[in-house]
């Protein structure tokens, strides 16, 4: 009897302790996203009543309610087009299959579908552009960083050219950009479509130079300790860098790339609007030159994705970072 | 006559500066023998850091030379292994392989994997590390990681171990206990040791030749004690010995009458001179120790003065 009633203060205590722990979760849960969502919600209701006061040409300014409109049209008129893309392609198969039944040896094409690229296509262009764009830069920027923090010598001979180029906006290198493409990209059989090469080279070019600078500081930055230590031990200069070297400047590397990605994310939809390449910039001109009621909405939408997009990245690279850092303790922002 | 095995002759090292050349050492000169445990002792700034650093290949001197086993040093290498005073570890790297780097590097010729994992293994339990192989530098304390240093450089058997300071980040407790290690590892494998310290009674108990330097800069070497104390050596039992209290006292003297701490001289009165040593020596443990020994010289002078 004693043993029960035990058991059941026990058990109650189980549950008191529980219920008290589930609160103060709930409690920390609120107070980090109280805030965050209190300002997100201030925000849009100003948003919606400053928007209530412009009027344009193209009609009145979007407000909250109108993007969100607009997003779903978007994403209907996405499915819409895929719809019809699959209907073509099986219209073709039919076709085809009917010609084959007929005559075995019949050559059969399929030609791939050429409608209009949705939203959706476009971030998806996009995504791939930067993503190949920032490849390129960091795979030269990393190991040029190293080569220029481990040398004093390397350093003051690169660095006037950093210094020159890093503040060139990527509109004056695009003309540039595009002529080198044209002239020199020239196969039958391309990988890549000339204006994908042109927007990622132009993002690379504009990206690589805060993964150059801060990979210098971080390589130049490291313990003269563990300098010595490597000295003493004679280690191979390969061996230095990947013991050594390249550890010590993680985070730095990676507070470089996470400019570095986030200025190329920037360059590329300027470079976009201005070379009409396909990616999130042209619909953004090709809304603005379309001119219908329903532009301003959807070029809102485009400005809110490019935003939540450019965020996402980020924290993805913070993931990676954390990933590969050895520092599990460090606070990484 | 027989060379040295260790042979420092007349060097000397001017550094560059915005203004004139700064000259830190002005021919020092010093043999040492095989197995001899050697300590530098010297006000803060005389270049004991220097000379050990042109020791290890480090620095070049811009006079005179190094001469190790009948070669002279003009780089630095694993057979002059240096434990530097905070450690050094690579904080990416656990215990384990901390010492695995300096191993594989020494051994990459003669030792097989197999070999190579006892090897490492052994060195950490010379230095009592052997239950934390697999954490990192940034998971274990202070004194710890000081062991894991000195057993990388054991790992390396160098020729010379240099130690710049090995105890001064400690606690006094663990100092005296890393010193017991270290003497009794040093009894056993007979390695050539330079050390350099703050602390005057470590110096006597652990050395067989003290090194006094004079104050910088153009710093050279003021005295040379040599230590005979019978091994091995015991601190409680020398603590009341005359002997030991003989030689620490001839090292008091030398730093606290004849080399009085350059920051001090300006100012004649005790206390003047005590207030002055606190201020400008905030902080670590070790500079608390300089602190204290600097009140022990005070002392001995007012009974001599009496
Ligand atoms: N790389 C350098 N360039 C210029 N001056 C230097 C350099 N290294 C040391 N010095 C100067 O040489 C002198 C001796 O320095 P060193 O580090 O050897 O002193 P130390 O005796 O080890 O002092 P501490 O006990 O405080 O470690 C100092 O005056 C220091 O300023
Ligand atoms: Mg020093």
Redesign the pocket.
């Given at each position: 009897m004693t043993d029960l009633a035990a058991i059941f203060r026990n058990e109650q205590g189980i549950a008191r302790f529980s219920i008290s722990q589930l609160s103060s979760i709930a409690r920390t849960v609120g107070k980090t996203l109280a805030l965050p969502l209190a300002g997100i919600l201030i925000f849009l209701m100003l948003w919606q009543g400053v928007a209530n006061n412009i009027n344009t040409s193209l009609g009145q300014f979007p407000g909250p309610v109108q993007v969100w409109e607009q997003s779903k049209g978007l994403l209907a008129e996405h499915q819409r087009e895929r719809k019809k893309a699959a209907a073509f392609y099986q219209r073709q198969e039919d076709r085809n299959a009917k010609r084959l039944a007929k005559n075995p040896d019949a050559e059969v094409k399929i030609r791939s579908y050429t409608g209009k690229a949705t939203f959706l296509d476009q971030v998806i262009t996009s995504l791939y552009t930067v993503s190949f764009g920032f490849l390129i830069a960091t795979v030269i920027a990393v190991p040029l960083g190293i080569v220029c923090g481990l040398s004093e010598k390397v350093y003051q001979s690169v660095n006037p050219i950093i210094q020159t180029f890093k503040p060139v906006s990527p509109l004056a290198w695009l003309p540039l950009v595009t002529m080198v493409v044209s002239a020199l990209y020239v196969t039958d059989d391309p990988m890549f479509e000339k204006a994908f090469l042109t927007s990622a080279f132009t993002v690379a070019l504009c990206c690589l130079w805060p993964t150059v600078i801060n990979t210098t500081v971080g390589v130049t930055s490291i313990d003269r300790d563990l300098v010595n230590v490597s000295r003493v031990l004679q280690l191979p200069s390969l061996v230095h860098v990947r013991k050594i070297v390249i550890p010590s400047a993680i985070p730095m590397i990676f507070t470089g790339m996470r400019l570095s990605l986030a200025t190329g994310w920037m360059v590329l939809i300027a470079a976009e609007m201005l070379a009409q390449n396909p990616g999130l910039g042209k619909f953004i001109w090709d809304e603005f030159q379309n001119g219908s009621s329903d532009s301003l909405g959807r070029i809102m939408v485009a400005v809110v994705t490019i935003g939540l997009i450019g965020f996402l990245l980020d924290r993805l690279m913070l993931l990676l970072q954390k990933r590969i850092s050895w520092d599990k303790q460090a606070i990484l922002r | 006559m027989k060379n040295p095995y260790l042979e420092i002759s007349h060097i000397g090292i001017e550094?560059a500066?915005d203004g004139e050349p700064?000259r830190?050492l002005q021919d020092v000169d010093l043999s040492i023998d095989k197995g001899q445990f050697v300590s530098l002792i010297?006000h803060?700034?005389?270049?004991?850091?220097?000379v050990l650093n042109i020791i290890a290949g480090l620095y070049e001197a811009s006079e005179g030379g190094v001469i190790l086993e009948g070669r002279e040093v003009d780089k630095p290498g694993p057979d002059r292994a240096v434990v530097f005073q905070n450690h050094a570890l690579l904080p990416w790297l656990t215990v384990y392989q901390n010492v695995e780097l300096a191993v594989k590097r020494v051994f990459r010729k003669t030792k097989n994997k197999a070999e190579m994992h006892e090897w490492i293994e052994h060195n950490l339990s010379l230095v009592h590390m052997d239950h934390a192989l697999h954490k990192l530098p940034g998971e274990i304390s202070g004194g710890m990681k000081q062991r894991v240093g000195i057993a990388r450089c054991l790992a390396m058997q160098p020729k010379v171990l240099l130690m710049d300071?090995p105890f001064g980040a400690l606690d006094a407790l663990t100092r005296a206990h890393l010193q017991d290690s270290l003497m009794e590892i040093q009894t056993s494998l007979g390695n050539t040791v330079i050390m350099?310290t703050?602390d005057v009674d470590e110096a006597v108990l652990l050395s067989d030749r003290i090194v006094m330097m004079t104050n910088?800069?153009a710093a050279t070497i003021g005295e040379i004690l040599d230590v005979n104390l019978p091994r091995p050596r015991d601190r409680l039992a020398l603590a009341e010995d005359a002997d030991f209290i003989h030689y620490r006292q001839q090292v008091l003297e030398f730093l606290y009458d004849k080399q009085k701490n350059p920051q001090i001289e300006k100012k004649p009165t005790d206390s003047a001179r005590k207030l002055q040593e606190v201020a400008c020596k905030p902080a670590s443990s070790q500079d608390d120790a300089a602190v204290d020994t600097g009140k022990t010289t005070t002392g001995t002078d007012k009974t001599r003065a009496a």
């Open positions: - | 550094f500066t700064f830190a010297g803060s700034g005389c270049g004991k850091s220097t300071e350099i703050h910088g800069p």
